[in-house]
C-alpha cells in the first residue's frame, strides 16, 4: 500500500464547477500535510498547507481528519487556468526529513 | 534570491555515457533531495541528503550517484546511463527541523538517453 494516495483522475470538469480531491495517508504519526499543484512539465510548487482546524485559500479549502487520515482539497469556481495536477503531500513523524508525494489527482477546466 | 536552480535543462545522452546534474540552493537549506518523474508516474526519491558531506539512499538509487561537498551544491551522477533513466529529474531543498516548512523544486532537467 502506498503512504499517499490519491484518485489519478482525470476529473474533467466545467468552468464555475466545484470539485474535491480526496487524498489518504497510511503513516498515523505524520505531522504536516501539504497540497502542490504541478503544472504540466514544470516542477511541483507549493499551493498551500493543510492545517488541523482547515484553512482557505481564497477558492481553495484544505481539510484534515486525522482519525480517517484523510486529506481534502476543494476548489471552488474553476478556473481554465485551474488545470493541472495537484499532489497530496505527507510529512511523516520520526525524521522530518523526507515529504511522502502523492502521485497526484489531474485536473482539466473545459470552457 | 534564485531559490533551486538546475543545470542543464535539457540533455540528450548515448548509451553507456557518463554525465552530471547539478542542483545549487541559495537559502541555507539543510536538506536537499534528487527525484525522477516519468509519464503518468509520481514522484520517486533518487537520493537525499540531510547535510554537507552526508547523503542517503531513496526508493529508486540504482544506477545514480551522488555527492554534496558543499551545503548549497547537490550533484547527480550518471555513470553508464541507460535508456530506462530517461526521464525528467527534480531537485529539492528544505529547511531543517521545521516540520511545517515545505520543500521548493527546482526547475528540472529533461534527460534522453538513446
Known amino acids: 500500500r502506498k503512504e499517499v494516495e490519491q484518485d489519478p483522475g482525470p476529473f474533467n470538469v466545467p468552468e464555475g464547477a466545484t470539485v474535491a480531491f480526496n487524498c489518504t495517508y497510511s503513516?498515523?504519526?505524520?505531522?504536516?500535510f501539504f497540497w502542490y499543484r504541478q503544472d504540466c512539465r514544470k516542477e511541483p510548487k507549493l499551493l498551500m498547507s493543510?492545517?488541523?482546524s482547515g484553512n482557505e485559500d481564497g477558492r481553495f479549502t484544505a481539510q484534515l481528519n486525522r482519525a480517517s487520515q484523510y486529506i481534502s482539497l476543494l476548489i471552488r469556481d474553476s478556473k481554465l487556468s485551474d488545470s493541472a495536477t495537484y499532489l497530496c503531500?505527507?510529512?511523516?513523524?520520526?525524521?522530518?526529513?523526507?515529504?511522502?508525494f502523492g502521485a497526484g489527482t489531474r485536473l482539466a477546466v473545459h470552457p | 534570491n534564485a531559490g533551486v536552480t538546475q543545470t542543464p535543462k535539457f540533455r540528450v545522452l548515448k548509451t553507456g555515457q557518463s554525465m552530471t546534474l547539478l542542483c545549487a540552493q541559495d537559502?541555507?537549506?539543510?536538506?536537499m533531495y534528487w527525484y525522477r518523474q516519468d509519464p503518468g508516474m509520481g514522484l520517486r526519491l533518487i537520493h537525499y541528503?540531510?547535510?554537507?558531506?552526508?547523503?542517503a539512499k531513496g526508493e529508486v538509487p540504482d544506477g545514480y550517484n551522488v555527492s554534496r561537498l558543499k551545503k548549497q551544491n547537490f550533484l547527480l551522477g550518471l555513470e553508464s546511463a541507460a535508456p530506462s533513466q530517461t526521464s525528467v529529474y527534480f531537485c529539492?531543498?528544505?529547511?531543517?527541523?521545521?516540520?511545517?516548512?515545505?520543500?521548493?523544486f527546482g526547475p528540472g532537467t529533461r534527460l534522453t538517453v538513446l
Open positions: 541528503s540531510v547535510g554537507e558531506g552526508t547523503t
Open positions: 537559502m541555507n537549506h539543510e536538506y
Open positions: 503513516n498515523s504519526a505524520s505531522q504536516s
Open positions: 503531500v505527507a510529512l511523516p513523524g520520526g525524521g522530518y526529513n523526507k515529504l511522502i
Open positions: 529539492a531543498s528544505r529547511k531543517q527541523g521545521v516540520t511545517t516548512d515545505t520543500q521548493y
Open positions: 493543510v492545517y488541523s
